[in-house]
């Protein structure tokens, strides 16, 4: 890494101190320790990475916020990449002259955003980009994946047939106690596990639903083949939860990682209900975006 130095004034004390702003060398996506002294030709770095200067006078913008955005805008604009490392805590502290709580403080924030991933005894790195999550879109998981370029896949978790309770059965227009299906489900994407689907359908629409192999083909895709179904509509809703217990091991994230929870209720042409659904989305790997008209005055 390199650094190069310049003034600031201190408008409160009327003096003049030594800015540091950062420069990277990329070098198997990893950042060069860099040497805290002033520059010279030999050392500097041909395209320095311009870190805004924190802003001590703003009381409203607290420091970990400053450097959180700084780190953002570098994300944005290229100049960091997903799997780029970040310097040692007290090498960055140094650089942006502050101490370690508040860096870390920082740190915490984007790493809790899914923005930074920390490896034990190898350093934090700049995460994954997001994967955009179409929330008022009603497409396969498999195919809308595809295209983005993942390799998707599937685990059925459990398959099983229980009584309906009653606020189920009166979403789903069935006599109270009426047998359901209770289906969970782990995808994956290029290997890794993102999402666990909770699925539950009525036995006597889709009578023998067992036999056939949701491990490779799409609920709506079997649905749609073997029953003449096809969901026409849903209702959705979206919530940030915390990872339980039994998520966090299905999707190997820490305990109380946050999750997006979708709630969905799905129709077919007629509006009768078809299914309901509660998937967890880890939220370090989906952001869920939606396009809105124009106001209404």
């Known amino acids: 890494m390199g650094a190069a130095w310049g003034q600031r004034v201190d408008i409160i004390n009327h003096t003049c101190y030594p800015v540091l702003e950062i420069g990277i060398y990329h070098q198997t996506n990893l950042f060069k320790t860099a040497q805290m002294t002033s520059p010279t ?6 395209n320095p990475l311009q870190f805004k200067p924190l802003n001590r006078l703003v009381a409203s913008v607290p420091l970990y916020i400053q ?5 953002l805008n570098w994300v944005d604009s290229g100049r960091l990449a997903p799997g780029d490392r970040l310097p040692p805590e007290r090498d960055l502290s140094q650089m942006l002259g502050v101490n370690r709580m508040t860096l870390r403080h920082a740190l915490e924030m984007l790493e809790a955003q899914g923005l930074l991933a920390r490896r034990q005894g190898a350093g934090t790195y700049i ?3 997001k994967i ?4 008022g879109q009603l497409v396969s998981f498999t ?8 390799t998707p896949g599937a ?5 099983e047939e229980r009584p309906c309770g009653a606020a189920l059965a ?3 227009r069935l006599p109270t106690s009426a047998p359901i299906y209770d289906i969970r489900r782990l995808r994956f994407l290029n290997g890794q596990p993102v999402l666990l689907e909770h699925y539950t ?7 023998c639903l067992a036999q056939y192999d949701l491990e490779r083909h799409s609920l709506y895709e079997v649905l749609h083949e073997h029953y003449g179904v096809d969901v026409h509509r849903a209702r959705l809703s979206l919530e940030a939860v915390l990872a339980t217990a039994y998520e966090s091991e299905q999707l190997l994230v820490p305990l109380s990682a946050p999750l997006m929870l979708e709630r969905r209720l799905s129709y077919d042409a007629l509006g009768a209900p078809v299914e309901h659904g509660q998937d967890h989305y880890r939220g370090d790997r989906f952001q869920f975006v939606t396009e809105t008209a124009a106001l209404a005055l």
């Open 155 to 159: 685990r059925v978790v459990s398959f």
């Open 132 to 135: 955009e999550r179409q929330a």
């Open 67 to 71: 450097i959180a955005e700084g780190l």
């Open 143 to 150: 195919k809308r994946m595809r295209e983005q370029g993942f």
């Open 201 to 207: 359908l009525p036995i006597m629409r889709f009578s």
């Open 170 to 172: 009166a979403a789903l």
């Open 41 to 46: 030709a030999e050392n500097a770095s041909p």
């Open 127 to 129: 995460a994954d980009r």
